[in-house]
């Protein structure tokens, strides 16, 4: 009898370090994207362009399926590069139509995000009817599962997202040029095409680490949330992305802890909900420029307005 209580004890106890464990390297992969998303999503939402990051997910979807097409595998590194390289290939179709027809931005961004994503969902779609069973779980890529985050997916997210990140280090001055005066940099001599290009990629390595874990559908926002959030609280473009990684980070870990502790919920959506949270105290209690800081202000500026107006009235009447 004791021994069967003992055994039972044993199992329990490993049940939940494996759970525990579990939950850790999801968590500290969420937390590797958003703070990625987060830094690399900032430049983005300062060139005007938050939607890019919704074209470049869904223009993803069509390379994961192609990858799988000729593979007929689902390792997750063959199936995200076949990802980053339609979504960067969907990116210079978008700015090449803008560059090369008269065609606005949004307008090409719109053609383009559809025509990748409708292409993607009939290969999807003729890859169910081919019966392979090696397609299931390509959904994940669509919808997000960060629930199915391994050692190897974080290591993943961790390499690419650093060597993205020293990369944006190391072209700070002419991308910071690039993003608020783009003439002035190409006044200068900046190669304007090569830098957007660059920026483009990175914004296309973020976005393919975070397919697995938040999907297509939602991984625009993990791009764009941070940085919104962040932007609220400075001025200043290197604190913006220090606070734009703190958010996403802090999205990451808390969604992965609300999902984990209630059942049926899933992770990647949280985690985007938790972002907007985060967007929204932001908005709200931002100094300088949340409502709150701006309603107290107001708020100042009448009072004193009054009592300017009564010491006048004051004044004439002696």
């Known amino acids: 009898m004791y021994a069967t209580e003992s055994q039972g004890k044993i199992k329990n106890l490993s049940i939940l370090i494996h759970f525990d464990y579990t939950l850790m390297i999801v968590a500290i992969g969420a937390a590797l994207l958003g703070a990625v998303s987060g830094t690399l999503g900032t430049y983005a939402v300062l060139r005007r362009q938050s939607l890019l990051g919704d074209a470049i997910s869904h223009a993803a979807l069509p390379g994961i399926a192609i990858a799988f097409l000729l593979t007929g595998s689902k390792t997750p590194l063959i199936l995200v590069l076949g990802a980053a390289v339609a979504g960067w290939l969907g990116t210079l179709f978008i700015l090449s139509i803008v560059r090369l027809t008269r065609i606005k931005y949004d307008s090409a961004l719109g053609i383009i995000l559809s025509t990748f994503f409708g292409f993607g969902l009939v290969l999807h779609t003729l890859i169910q009817r081919t019966g392979n069973a090696n397609q299931a779980g390509l959904d994940t890529f669509l919808f997000g599962q960060a629930a199915t985050i391994l050692e190897s997916d974080v290591l993943t997210i961790g390499i690419l997202g650093g060597i993205a990140i020293v990369i944006m280090l190391v072209f700070w001055k002419e991308l910071k040029l690039l993003i ?139």
């Open 180 to 318: 608020f005066d783009e003439g002035f940099a190409a006044s200068l001599g900046f190669p304007i095409r090569a830098l957007d290009i660059l920026l483009t990629s990175l914004l296309v390595i973020a976005i393919v680490l975070g397919l697995q874990a938040v999907g297509a559908v939602l991984m625009s926002a993990m791009l764009v949330a941070p940085a919104v959030a962040a932007r609220q609280w400075t001025d200043k473009l290197s604190v913006m992305m220090l606070l734009a990684a703190c958010f996403g980070a802090l999205a990451g870990v808390s969604g992965t802890i609300i999902s984990s502790s209630a059942s049926r919920i899933p992770t990647g959506p949280t985690i985007v909900l938790c972002a907007t949270v985060v967007v929204g105290f932001s908005i709200v209690l931002a100094p300088n420029r949340g409502l709150l800081w701006n309603s107290l202000r107001y708020q100042r500026n009448k009072r004193n307005l009054k009592m300017l107006g009564r010491q006048l009235f004051q004044s004439e009447e002696q």
